[in-house]
């Protein structure tokens, strides 16, 4: 990997029953990539993570799903990229302080 790349991961949120590590689950096992081999990547720093429909966290769950989102930021040396209908996330999130984060409203 050089410096400025990264591995796009697309987990859509609209999908999230309570566990973001079954989105990542069900999105790499297609690819043959198990949970430690991305756990390593992710301590690495080799993501792009994508993380589509933020406002889509089933209401019951938002506050467990933005809980689970805020502690993987602490992942800093990947990249990070949220799309939400409403700029809210900004607050729920706390990504006013990380660099690497983009966040996008629709």
């Known amino acids: ?4 790349s990264f591995i796009p991961v697309l987990i859509q949120l ?6 973001i590590e079954e989105l990542f689950k069900n999105q ?3 690819w043959g990539i198990d949970m430690d081999s991305f756990q390593v990547d992710l301590a690495d720093g ?3 993570l994508i993380f589509d429909g933020v ?3 089933p209401n ?3 506050s467990d799903g933005l809980a689970e989102l805020r502690q993987l930021l602490a992942f800093d040396k990947n990249r990070f990229l949220f799309t939400s209908r409403t700029a ?3 607050e729920r ?3 006013s302080r990380r660099g690497r984060v983009i966040l996008v409203y629709a």
């Open 46 to 48: 080799k993501f792009l």
């Open 93 to 95: 999130l706390d990504t």
């Open 88 to 90: 809210l996330v900004h």
């Open 28 to 30: 790499l096992a297609p």
């Open 55 to 57: 406002n889509e966290i």
């Open 14 to 19: 609209r999908n999230y029953r309570g566990s």
């Open 60 to 62: 019951d769950k938002k």
């Open 1 to 4: 990997k050089s410096r400025n």
